[in-house]
């Protein structure tokens, strides 16, 4: 089993950057490949980010170039920096953690999620 908790969401202003933070807990969390995903009301949830435990990056379209992912895997924390926000990057971002996973943008590879933090972006 492998708990997560999200912190750092809050409201910002266009232009603005937020760093989200995910602490991770459990057995073996550092071997995990950790994503963040987003979802808004009546969506799907979104790819924004991952990391593999050795620190290869993947990135979602719509975030490429403005938004950088990390992890420490002493400590088991993975960050979200999240720069030049627009209005419409608003949503609930989720920490995930998955294992073999194959399809790094794919929310159904994933086994454990965190509860989410609340990203908004004014005009």
């Given at each position: 089993q492998v708990q997560l908790a999200e912190s750092g969401g809050g409201l910002v202003q266009a232009g603005g950057s937020l760093r989200l933070s995910c602490a991770a807990s459990g057995r073996a969390a550092s071997s995990y490949?950790?994503?963040?995903?987003r979802q808004g009301p009546g969506k799907e949830r979104e790819f924004v980010a991952a990391i593999a435990w050795r620190g290869g990056t993947y990135f979602g379209d719509s975030?490429?170039?403005?938004?950088?992912?990390?992890?420490?895997?002493a400590k088991n924390t993975v960050s979200l920096q999240m720069n030049s926000l627009k209005p419409e990057d608003t949503r609930v971002y989720y920490c995930a953690a998955g294992r073999l996973v194959t399809m790094y943008d794919a929310p159904s590879q994933y086994q454990y999620w965190g509860?989410?933090?609340q990203v908004t972006v004014s005009t």
């Open positions: 490949l950790m994503g963040w995903f975030v490429k170039g403005r938004f950088t992912i990390s992890r420490d895997n509860q989410g933090t």
